[in-house]
C-alpha cells in the first residue's frame, strides 16, 4: 500500500474541482483533468499517491507537484501557464530584412531559380545574419511574417476536364495498342 496524501479540499474547491474536469473534458484537456482528477481522488477517496499515479497514468513526483501546487495556489494552481518558450535569435529589424528579402524574387538576391524554398531562405539566412535555423524552424518564422507554405498540386488548376476524359478514352487506348504492336514486330521479327 502506498504512502496517503493529506489533503483537505473544502466545499467550493470540491464544486471548482468538478465544474474544471467537466471544462477539460468539453475541451479536450487531458493535463488539467487528470490533475483535477488526481486531487479529488487524493483529498476525497483518500487514495494512496501510487494508486492515482497509476490511475493518471503519471509517476508520482509529478502527483506531488499538483499537489503542491494545490496546496499553494488552490485550484487554479492546477491550470497551466503558458510557456513562453526560447527568446527568438531574430531580432524584429532583422526579421523586416527577410521579410524584405522573400518578398522579393530570388533572382534579385542572386540565386538561380524562381522560386523560394525553406531550405533556401535558410541559407539566406545564415549568410545575413550568421543563424542557423532547422528547416522547420524557417517555415515557423515564414509563417509569423505571413508567408504561407505551398505544396504542388496533383492535378492542374487550369485543367479541362473534358478533354483529359476525351484524351484517356481515345488517344491513351491507341497509344497502348501501337506499343503492343510495336513490341509484337520486335519479337517475331
Known amino acids: 500500500m502506498g504512502r496517503k496524501t493529506k ?6 474547491a470540491r464544486t471548482e474541482l468538478f465544474e474544471m ?6 475541451e479536450s484537456d487531458l493535463g488539467l483533468y ?16 501510487s494508486d492515482v499515479s497509476r490511475f493518471c497514468d503519471s ?15 488552490g485550484v487554479s494552481g492546477l491550470i497551466e501557464k503558458p510557456r513562453p518558450g526560447a ?9 523586416e530584412t527577410l ?3 522573400v518578398r522579393e524574387n530570388p533572382e534579385k538576391y542572386g540565386l538561380e ?6 531550405p533556401l531562405i535558410r541559407t539566406v539566412i545564415k549568410k545575413e545574419f550568421s543563424i542557423t535555423y532547422d528547416v522547420s524552424q524557417v517555415r515557423r518564422i515564414l509563417h509569423k511574417l505571413g508567408f504561407s507554405i505551398q505544396y504542388p498540386r496533383e492535378s492542374l488548376s487550369k485543367a479541362d476536364l473534358n478533354r483529359q476524359l476525351q484524351w484517356l478514352q481515345e ?19
Open 7 to 12: 489533503i483537505s479540499i473544502s466545499e467550493s
Open 21 to 26: 474536469i467537466v471544462a477539460a473534458h468539453k
Open 34 to 49: 487528470k490533475r483535477c482528477k488526481a486531487i479529488l481522488l487524493l483529498g476525497e477517496e483518500k487514495l494512496s499517491q
Open 59 to 73: 509517476p508520482t513526483r509529478t502527483l506531488r507537484s499538483w499537489v503542491k501546487s494545490f496546496k499553494e495556489s
Open 87 to 95: 527568446k527568438p535569435r531574430l531580432a524584429a529589424s532583422q526579421l
Open 99 to 101: 521579410r524584405g528579402i
Open 113 to 118: 531559380t524562381g522560386v523560394w524554398t525553406a
Open 171 to 189: 488517344t491513351f487506348p491507341e497509344i497502348k495498342k501501337s506499343r503492343k504492336r510495336r513490341r509484337g514486330g520486335l519479337l517475331r521479327g
